[in-house]
């Protein structure tokens, strides 16, 4: 019996997300050891905001190339 499209679509969704989340403990060890004390708040803070400002950006394009792609079949 074949998956549906929806099955397939919710597994795709967790292996995105899986590999997304896979290096976030190690940039973000890698920058607490890289930075001196006094700058290492201001350091994370820039990578938390570039870190949610591509994903504000890209997610939604994302999201609509995917349907526009899975539509077009």
Not at 1 to 10: N, R, V
Not at 19 to 47: C, D, E, G
Not at 52 to 68: E, N, Y
Request: proline fraction near 5%.
């Amino acid at each position: 019996m074949m998956p549906s499209a929806i099955c397939l679509d919710g597994d795709l969704a967790r292996i995105i997300v899986f590999f997304k989340i896979l290096p976030t403990a190690a940039i973000y060890s890698a920058v607490h050891l890289m930075t001196p004390n006094r700058m290492r708040a201001q350091m994370f803070a820039l990578l938390l905001f570039v870190d949610a400002t591509i994903g504000l950006i890209f997610g939604p394009l994302l999201i609509g190339f995917f349907q526009r792609f899975h539509t077009s079949r």
